[in-house]
């Protein structure tokens, strides 16, 4: 598959995980007004909660990661090499130059942030800088700053407001439930209390159980999915697809772990900072569900396909 | 009564339409015009620069005057050239006479290890990163507009208005092929 082909694919199908994402959302609230009667109205409210606790974060986005993962503004001198590929980087993608911050770690990872691409920053570990050469640091950066580019702070500050949702209706309807739910609900269903009615209950009370780890690993498809197209994207940034390449065969070789990293920034890094234990067959399976980048194998087989 | 409101939507939507198509066709030719001007920031800086590297490497290697006369010399003949062709074939002088300058370095260590020399070296490479990355943002905003005028629905805006297809730039053929450094 050609570069522009695997763009607009990788596009295609995260939009597409959005939709089915926002279809939870609605079926959620189904399961929510069937089993306790909270109707849309609870819907509206679960979305304001979300949004008004994930807006605060998506505003000052860049401030937060940077802070938590320890990064410090890269001197232009003596990171003169950083500062000229990121330079040459923005002015291949229109760009504006993103603040340059380095985080002081052996291991080599880098991440991107910020809400748009006139408020990005971008930060490498000193790991990274050691370890790479300078077309593969540039293949890196270009990953990065695809991420600006693709807005997928965006994207993924969407995904966790749907996964707010979708956690706040189940949670809400759950606790209705126990506590024995709204009253007026209660006698229209002991009136035409069936067969049917009563399949459909037990229905929607699975998929209230069910629905929040369903948004999770949804939430996870779709890092996976920018992840993908990240790549793509870098090549198409550099023309040089066996600089990245070359890089990702580096960090799968390296097994060090970002120290400053969680789970909660995990999706930010070009590789997942998160340690992974060797896990087998359906173990394994089910771990990959939950992570947020494909695997380095799989990712550097795509690049040797362009 | 209903009809003419009808009618009037149409128009007023139609009319804010093609305000939209032309505009984004003028920020189209604007970025052209401003990938252009980028290019030209390159090249001027990477002048500014080679005067510098000049100075560094006398100090060590002063006897090599036949490779810095030349690096100088291909300087002054691409701030002179006139016409894209002209500029491209200067440009290119330039970009092979520094790499000979560059190939010197490994025959005297004191300069290679002079920490001036690394920073001017690192400049020059930067800046040349960034000379071609500005001429493959040319390259791709004269695709997306010379694409976008000539579809629809702006290929209609752009037939009225005269907006002109614009050219690419092309690497010459000795630019494409491997750099041939001489002793």
Known sequence: ?306 | MTFLLILLGTVVLIGVLLVFQYNSLIKLRNRIEGAWAQIDVQLKRRYDLIPNLVETVKGYAAHEKETLDAVIRARNAAGAASGPADQAQAENMVTSALRQVFALSEAYPDLKANQGFVQLQEEIAGTEGRISYARQFYNDSVLRYNTKIQTFPTVIIANAMQFREREYFEADDASRGPVQVQF
């Open chain 1, 1 to 306: 598959m050609d570069l522009y082909r695997q763009i607009t694919a990788n596009k295609r199908r995260s939009w597409l995980l959005i939709a089915a994402f926002v279809a939870l959302v609605v079926v959620v609230g189904l399961a929510a007004d069937l089993v306790v009667g909270l109707g849309p109205i609870a819907v509206v409210i679960a979305v304001v909660i979300a949004v008004a606790g994930v807006a605060g974060a998506y505003w000052r986005s860049d401030a937060i990661a940077l802070a938590v993962s320890h990064a410090q503004p890269a001197d232009p001198v003596a990171h003169a090499r950083l500062h000229n590929l990121v330079e040459g980087l923005c002015i291949a993608g229109g760009l504006p130059k993103p603040g340059i911050y380095v985080i002081d770690d052996p291991a080599p990872n880098a991440f991107a942030t910020g809400r748009d691409p006139k408020h990005a920053s971008l930060a490498v570990t000193t790991g990274l800088l050691e370890r790479l050469n300078r077309v593969e640091l540039e293949g890196v950066l270009a990953h990065e700053l695809s991420h600006v580019k693709n807005y997928d702070i965006l994207v993924s500050t969407l995904a966790v407001t749907l996964v707010g949702v979708v956690t706040i209706l189940a949670d809400v309807s759950l606790r209705f439930l126990w506590w024995g739910g709204p009253r007026h609900r209660d006698d229209r269903a002991r009136h035409s209390a069936g067969g049917p009615a009563m399949v459909m209950a037990v229905l929607g009370l699975v998929l209230l159980v069910l629905a929040p780890l369903v948004a999770r690993v949804m939430q996870a498809a779709v890092s996976r999915r920018r992840e993908a197209l990240a790549d793509v994207s870098a090549v198409a940034l550099t023309r040089y697809p066996p600089g990245l390449l070359s890089a990702l065969e580096k960090l799968r070789d390296d097994t060090t772990v970002v120290h400053s990293a969680s789970r909660a920034t995990a999706h930010l890094w070009i590789e997942s900072p998160v340690a992974r234990l060797e896990s087998e067959g359906r173990q394994a399976w089910l771990n990959r569900l939950f992570d947020t980048h494909p695997p380095l194998e799989e990712r550097i087989q795509a690049l040797r396909e362009l």
